[in-house]
């Protein structure tokens, strides 16, 4: 089994695509938390994760 580069990280607001860390704000239009102050281990059925930490969408 070869390493390919992906970094395993938890599912968290932190973690998702549509998290905004500097104000900690969710801008997913399809969650009931958009708009809403989250916090960094926050969680909703919306979560799209990161590819090593950059924007490439990574879905469950």
């Not at 102050?37 to 590819?51: H, P, Q, R, S």
């Amino acid at each position: 089994m070869s390493n390919i580069g992906i970094k395993l990280r938890p599912i968290s607001c932190e973690t998702c695509y549509y998290w905004e860390p500097f104000s900690g704000v969710c801008v997913n239009a399809d969650s009931p938390m958009c708009a809403d102050f989250t916090e960094e281990d926050d969680l909703c059925a919306g979560w799209k994760g990161m590819v090593n930490d950059e924007r490439a969408v990574l879905e469950l």
